[in-house]
Structures are given as C-alpha cells and as structure tokens.
C-alpha cells in the first residue's frame, strides 16, 4: 500500500522557520511531481510550491522568496523550508505526489497520493 507520510509542522512566532518533509513509501514507483499545498480555515486549498522529477520549481507569489521547495528523489521525500513565517502562513499543510508504478500485469498505473496534513500556526 502506498503511503505520504508527512512530518515538520508546528507552532512558531512571526519570522521563525519551519521544515517539512514528506516522503512516498510503499511499492517501486517513480514519482513525478512533488508539490505542497495549504488550506486555511475557511479559504480554499492553494498551491504553495511544486517540484518536478527534473528539479525545476514553482511557487505561489505570496511565499517566493521566503519558502523553498526541494526533493531527494533516492529518498522519496520532498521538502518544504519556511523562513520568514507570518501570521497568514497560518495553515493545513498537504503534500502531495505523481506517481507512476507498474501492476501485477505489467501495466503503467498512473496515481495521485495526498499527505495527512500536518498543521502549520504562526503567532505570536
């Protein structure tokens, strides 16, 4: 059984760091996209950064340059490092994997997996 198992989140004063990681176990896979999103009380899920298999990076406009994404493809994990936190940073954080492993047949499955959440507070 596939697993994303999250872990990093926490509560922090205004301008503190936090590290998440987040790793795919489970079976052999490759995994393609590796991205993070958030979900705060009563908002919409968003799109906090993306990572491909190739390292090429992406991120919502409200966390680039204080937030960076990275992944270690022989460990399965992606990574979320917070600097600069604010209040409005505030939030259920998800990661979530691409994914393609082969079947007991020998057929290409292509799979979308989710994180837990782990829960992310800034305040002073």
């Known amino acids: 059984q596939v697993q994303l198992v999250e872990s990093g989140g926490g509560s922090v004063q205004p301008g503190g760091s936090l590290r998440l990681s987040c790793t795919l176990s489970?079976?052999?896979?490759?995994?393609?996209?590796m991205n993070w999103h958030r979900q705060a009380p009563g908002k919409r899920r968003e799109l906090v950064a993306a990572t491909t298999r190739g390292g090429a990076t992406n991120y919502l406009d409200s966390v680039k340059g204080r937030f960076t994404i990275s992944r270690d493809n022989a460990k399965n994990t992606v990574y979320l490092q917070m600097d600069s936190l604010k209040p409005e940073d505030t939030a259920v954080y998800y990661c979530e994997a691409d994914f393609l492993y082969y079947n007991d047949y020998g057929a290409p499955v292509a799979q979308r997996s989710w994180g837990q959440g782990t829960q992310v507070t800034v305040s002073s």
């Open positions: 489970g079976r052999s896979f490759t995994i393609n996209g």
